[in-house]
């Protein structure tokens, strides 16, 4: 277990040279020294009380790792992907996301703000197909 502690500090002085540690939140640093401890615990002979931070640790590791897994891409459909980039939302926009970006073009380019009544309604198009295609991936 000695090994493991090595090979953890190095993980965290890997993590430090690389500049990845300011990507970590708060939680996985912690989680990250609770391991260390743990198998810093381990390796001095305190095999019970070592093996208890260490286990939390990847547990929590375990958890998140699962949480973060990539799902099955599906395709979107061209007017869909043509409508995200209209409105300027990405994948993952609720529904209230593309509201928002419909108010805030619909606003700029209204007819009524000097704006052309085709580029409107091409504006609301995209947050119709938009929420159809949202509501009907929800179901």
Known sequence: MGFLAL?????AGWLIFTGRLARLTGKDGMM????????????????FWGA?????AALYALRRWSAVRP?????????????RALLGVGVGATAED?????????AKIHP??????????????ARSIL???LSARDV
């Open 32 to 47: 990250l020294g609770l391991a260390i401890v743990g198998a810093v615990m381990i390796a001095r002979g305190g095999k």
């Open 131 to 133: 929420l159809q295609h």
């Open 7 to 11: 090979v953890l500090i190095g993980f």
């Open 71 to 83: 799902r099955a891409v599906i395709a979107e459909p061209q007017a869909v992907s043509e409508a």
């Open 98 to 106: 593309i509201r928002a970006a419909h108010r805030r073009l619909i």
């Open 112 to 125: 009524d703000a000097g704006g052309t009544e085709a580029l409107a309604e091409k504006i609301n198009e």
């Open 52 to 56: 208890i931070p260490l286990g939390i």
